[in-house]
């Protein structure tokens, strides 16, 4: 059994206590949406020199549909299937370009943003799906939202966190981009002290794995320039710091 299928099968196995979490009951209309996530491409993240997970708040689309009565949401194919209609002026092509943008400073640490610019694999969509395809993502709330997530919500989630730091054991990543905010409850989850980098940001290590906080990559109040500046200084001085 692959790592996904293991994931899948904890998810299904803790969903009556995951809507009890949220206060929501099961109905046979499938009215609450299921959130599957995980490795994008298991055969090509596992060969990955450097491996990445991004930990979201929740997902939004596309909602998918089982036969059976249930509607899900798979993370792992969302970034695909949403793309393959996409454009540049829809609300989720600027939040994959950015996570790309991020992939390429981890993987590649001396491109610069005019390299980004430059590079096909930041317009064209088949060439974000490549970039993609190295990582994993993890929402924290197992049910799907519409669009944003406040923090009741999330606290919700919360209560079932060990659910999802079972995920990120099974995933195994080198660094975990955490994107979803209060760092400070993360880190103490694994009884981490977290440290600040010059920047501000904060981030703590466990088991081998970096856990570094991030803006959401969506934070559309943010230029593309400065997200990847912004990134770029935050993994150079947390790399630095791990040498």
């Not at 009556?16 to 206060?23: P, R, T």
């Not at 829809?90 to 610019?117: A, G, H, K, Q």
């Amino acid at each position: 059994m692959g790592i996904n299928e293991i994931i899948k099968q904890k998810i299904d196995d803790n969903w009556g206590s995951i809507l009890c979490a949220h206060g929501k009951k099961q109905t046979s209309d499938g009215e609450i949406v299921k959130v599957y996530d995980g490795i994008v491409d298991e055969s090509v993240y596992l060969k990955q020199k450097t491996k990445i997970l991004f930990l979201l708040k929740d997902g939004n689309n596309p909602i998918l549909h089982d036969g059976n009565g249930c509607t899900y949401l798979d993370l792992r194919n969302t970034a695909y299937s949403s793309m393959a209609t996409d454009t540049k002026m829809s609300r989720m092509y600027p939040m994959w370009r950015v996570m790309c943008m991020w992939i390429r400073i981890i993987e590649e640490p001396n491109c610069t943003f005019n390299d980004c610019l430059n590079s096909k694999n930041m317009f064209d969509v088949d060439g974000m799906r490549i970039l993609l395809s190295h990582i994993a993502t993890v929402n924290v709330k197992k049910t799907a939202g519409a669009g944003s997530c406040p923090d009741n919500l999330l606290n919700e989630a919360f209560s079932y966190f060990p659910l999802i730091k079972h995920e990120i054991e099974l995933i195994n990543p080198d660094y975990v981009i955490v994107c979803c905010g209060h760092m400070d409850f993360i880190s103490e989850q694994y009884g981490c002290e977290l440290k600040t980098l010059s920047n501000g940001k904060r981030y703590f290590r466990y088991g081998g794995k970096n856990f570094v906080e991030m803006i959401h990559p969506g934070a559309f109040y943010m230029s593309y320039k400065n997200r990847f500046q912004l990134f770029a200084e935050t993994y150079q001085e947390l790399v630095l710091g791990n040498m």
